[in-house]
C-alpha cells in the first residue's frame, strides 16, 4: 500500500468513525467520500461532523456540496491563473516555438 493510499484510507475511516458516532449509516462515509475525492477534503468534512454535530443528513450533504463548490472554485481560479500567465509570456516575448 503506497502512502497516498494510506493516507486515503486513514481520511475514509476517521469520517465513517464520526458519521457513526452521529449515527449516521457508514455508506454515507462512502458517498462522501467518493463525492469529495481527496483525503485533505475528506478531513475538512470529517472535521465540520466533528465540531458541528449535525443531527439530520441534509445539513451533511449541504456541507459535502459546498465543500465540493469551493474546490471546483479553487481549481477553476487555478486554470484562470495558468492562462492568464501563459497570455501574458506571449505579450511579453510573443509566440514562439518551444
Do not use: H
Request: with cysteine.
Amino acid at each position: 500500500m503506497t502512502d497516498s493510499q494510506r493516507e486515503w484510507a486513514w481520511a475514509k475511516e476517521e469520517l465513517d468513525r464520526e458519521l457513526r458516532n452521529l449515527g449516521f449509516p457508514s455508506e454515507l462515509g462512502d458517498a462522501i467520500a467518493k463525492q469529495l475525492g481527496s483525503p485533505k477534503a475528506i478531513r475538512r468534512m470529517t472535521a465540520y461532523l466533528y465540531n458541528v454535530k449535525p443531527r439530520n443528513v441534509e445539513l451533511v450533504v449541504d456541507e459535502m456540496l459546498a465543500i465540493c463548490s469551493e474546490i471546483a472554485a479553487w481549481k477553476e481560479k487555478k486554470a484562470s491563473e495558468a492562462a492568464n500567465a501563459k497570455y501574458n509570456y506571449i505579450l511579453n516575448y510573443g509566440l514562439t516555438d518551444e
